[in-house]
């Protein structure tokens, strides 16, 4: 929900400080907002209308997973409940290791969702590449799912997709590992193959 909030307000064209504010007086975490929010506007870059779009896009997926989640005081209808996130197919028991029946949205049955994604398409630079597979399936829950988060919003300030990294083989059982060149010396990759302006994204979204 936080990060729902400091989205919403980039979108509404307010300044970090408005953000940091309301988060601070909610308390919830022991997070340096004011550092944070000043971060996460930089990172997200000048603002242009393929950029809301994208940020509108993300934020549609983040309130979809909030109302759709499992709440461990099973208040999840208390979520999003004056929120449109597509309509409501029914009930279902999404999760066998859980006896509970949750309503599912279909997102993409929104007119105003498949607008957006049409928008998006035709607007967004080439680098970035806009489809389906820019917003990735995955859930509040998921390993690493804040990682995807981080993911998408430094693909939008840097309005291209993060270059792949190499794929590194296992050394054979009873051969040596090749030699990598040290940090010092300028050459090894970050974990994961991240950018230094994309790790920068990771520690704006985490708690200090």
């Not at 979108?11 to 909610?26: C, D, F, Q």
């Not at 049955?109 to 607008?115: A, G």
Request: proline share 7%.
């Amino acid at each position: 929900m936080d990060y729902c909030l400091f989205l919403d307000t980039w979108l509404a064209g307010a300044g970090p400080e408005a953000a940091s504010r309301e988060l601070t007086l909610l308390g919830h975490r022991k997070v340096d907002w004011e550092v944070g929010c000043a971060d996460l506007w930089q990172i997200l870059g000048p603002r242009e209308e393929w950029r809301e779009l994208a940020v509108e896009r993300v934020l549609h997926l983040l309130r979809f997973w909030v109302k759709f989640a499992v709440w461990d005081d099973d208040r999840a209808s208390q979520y999003g409940r004056g929120e449109y996130v597509g309509t409501c197919k029914g009930l279902s028991r999404p999760f066998e290791e859980i006896d509970m029946l949750l309503p599912a949205f279909d997102e993409a049955s929104s007119p105003r969702l498949r607008r957006l994604e049409e928008r998006l398409a035709s607007a967004c630079p080439s680098a970035l590449r806009w489809d389906d597979t820019f917003v990735p399936v995955w859930w509040l829950c998921a390993p690493k799912a804040f990682r995807f988060l981080e993911r998408n919003l430094w693909q939008i300030g840097q309005g291209r997709r993060v270059a792949p990294t190499r794929t590194r083989t296992r050394p054979r059982r009873g051969s040596r590992p090749s030699p990598t060149r040290s940090r010092a010396g300028g050459g090894a990759p970050r974990p994961g193959g991240r950018s230094a302006s994309e790790c920068r994204a990771s520690s704006a979204l985490r708690p200090r």
